[in-house]
């Protein structure tokens, strides 16, 4: 889409993953309960950054972290309708934290359990320091 640069960051990357997905934004309201005129509504103001709530149904449907989405340095403001709980902003930070290290977990799974014993032990003494 030509006017990608006039999107927020978020919205930018929402719109390349939907082209790459070939998914439309009827489609991704659909999926992710989150009315079309709130998503077009965000993609249309450049200084537009989604709540919590959107931001992580949207993250779920697309299959990609918040860091991705959001360009791993944006905080989510609460939302006015509705009130994030703690149980999701305690969901927020647990996908922030595995996304940040996913290559890393997947990594450690590939390997036999002695290695990644060995993996875990040298972090417990690293960080015992």
């Known amino acids: 889409m030509s006017n990608n640069y006039t999107m927020s960051p978020f919205w930018k ?3 390349e993953e939907l082209q790459y997905q070939g998914m439309n934004i009827k489609t991704l309201s659909a999926l992710t309960g989150i009315p079309y005129t709130t ?6 103001r450049p200084d537009s950054i989604p709540t919590a709530d959107v931001a992580l149904k949207i ?9 991705w989405l959001l360009g791993e340095s944006v905080l989510l403001p609460k939302s006015n309708e509705t ?3 703690s149980n999701e ?9 595995y996304h940040k290290y996913e290559r890393l977990i997947t990594s450690l ?4 359990v002695r290695t990644q014993t060995a993996f875990i032990n040298l972090a417990t003494a690293i960080s015992e320091e």
Do not use: M
């Open 83 to 85: 009130d994030v709980s």
């Open 109 to 112: 799974e590939n390997r036999s």
């Open 59 to 67: 993250s779920k449907v697309l299959n990609k972290s918040l860091e």
């Open 89 to 97: 902003e305690n969901v927020l930070q647990e996908l922030n934290l």
């Open 13 to 15: 990357n929402v719109n």
């Open 39 to 44: 998503i077009t509504n965000g993609r249309n």
